[in-house]
């Protein structure tokens, strides 16, 4: 089975009152749109596609020929957004996953279980959803006595039907990431009704569940087991809480690979940091970028260790160390800042 995989990236993020679009900013050390990206290319070698805003050039330089890019001129929802990236892949492969580009802690093996579970069942699609709470914005899966999901109902047409308070109260959620039989989503997405929305009338992509109902054919969801996989961020607020959530993921990595961390809440360690077995990390270190720590290192309190290569057993005490490598057994004495040039 061939997979795509599209990313919609259209939005322009106007509550994140910022001069650039708001999947670029930073979480978790990198762009927010960055890590669903690499993720995107880890479990598939077609390029991910974007979809992207008219004049959009921030993500052509992060980006560049790694990229596929489908421009959406304008904005009418969800729906519309998946058929301009049509052209691109119509034909060439079997299943697509649509999801966007401010999901930025979904994980490769969630996306796998998705495409597996698609291919498996013969699904028209494969849904990921999630256990929320009734004050949740993310559209209801509704099934039926048997189980089966009948659709996604979104919470403004929810609270406009008579059983309102059942239906919102359904604790399993759309976390709007879905794998599409791709012959079946081409040959029915410009059916998709018009909805009205607040800011006008759109497609939306979450129509494609009822479509697939209507025809009889089969739906899946999976529920994710980590809630923060959902998590996206469409104001600074909500940045902290995904930035929060990234912190707590790389720090619980770190536990369980053999690494003393003193206070996790008071320790940032990146993504791509890497760490030897039995280094202690003290409060308030910052650990940033490249970085590698080897075995048996003390780092902290109050340091930050930015893209730099310390050997086993260093020791690092209030000090910045950036860009440098370090052998073996080096002690930065405290207040000191090194800075090499790469």
């Known amino acids: 089975m061939t997979l795509a995989i599209i990313l919609l990236a259209a939005g322009q993020g106007t509550r994140m009152n910022s001069k650039k679009q708001k999947i670029l900013h930073e979480v978790g050390g990198k762009p927010m749109v960055q890590h669903v990206f690499d993720t995107a290319v880890s479990i598939t070698p077609i390029p991910p596609i974007l979809v992207i805003a008219p004049g959009e050039t921030g993500l052509h330089d992060l980006f560049g020929e790694r990229a596929q890019y ?21 034909g060439a ?30 699904a028209a699609v494969s849904m990921l959803s999630v256990m929320g709470d009734p004050a949740s914005s993310f559209g209801r899966v ?34 709007g990431v879905y794998c599409f039989d791709a012959a079946w989503l081409w040959s029915n997405i410009h059916n998709l009704p018009l909805r009205q929305a607040r800011s006008g009338q ?36 909500e940045m902290v809480a995904v930035e929060k959530a990234f912190r707590r993921r790389a ?51 109050n340091t930050i260790v930015r893209s730099a290569h310390l050997g086993q057993g260093c020791r690092a005490e209030q000090a910045v160390i950036e860009n440098a490598t370090l052998p073996d057994h080096a002690i930065i004495a405290p207040f000191t800042h090194i800075k090499g040039t790469g």
């Open 70 to 90: 489908a421009i959406q001129a304008e904005q009418r929802g969800t729906g519309h957004a998946t058929m301009m990236a049509q052209p691109l892949i119509t």
């Open 93 to 122: 492969v079997d299943q697509i996953i649509v999801t966007y580009g401010d999901m930025p802690l979904l994980q490769a093996k969630t996306l796998q279980q998705l495409a597996q579970s698609q291919a498996e069942t013969g």
């Open 142 to 175: 509704v099934r039926d006595e048997n189980g089966r999901i009948l659709e996604i109902l979104e919470v403004a047409e929810a609270r406009r039907r008579a059983n309102a308070a059942e239906l919102l109260a359904i604790r399993e959620q759309n976390a």
């Open 202 to 237: 759109e497609y939306y992509l979450t129509d494609m569940i009822e479509t697939a109902v209507q025809q009889q054919l089969r739906v899946e969801a999976i529920i994710t087991n980590d809630p923060d996989e959902c998590l996206g961020a469409g104001t600074r607020a």
């Open 251 to 301: 720090n619980n990595y770190w536990l369980g690979q053999g690494v003393t961390l003193v206070d996790p809440d008071t320790i940032f360690i990146d993504p791509d940091v890497q760490i030897g077995q039995d280094t202690i990390i003290w409060p308030n270190t910052y650990l940033q970028g490249q970085t590698t720590i080897g075995s048996d290192c003390v780092i902290g309190p």
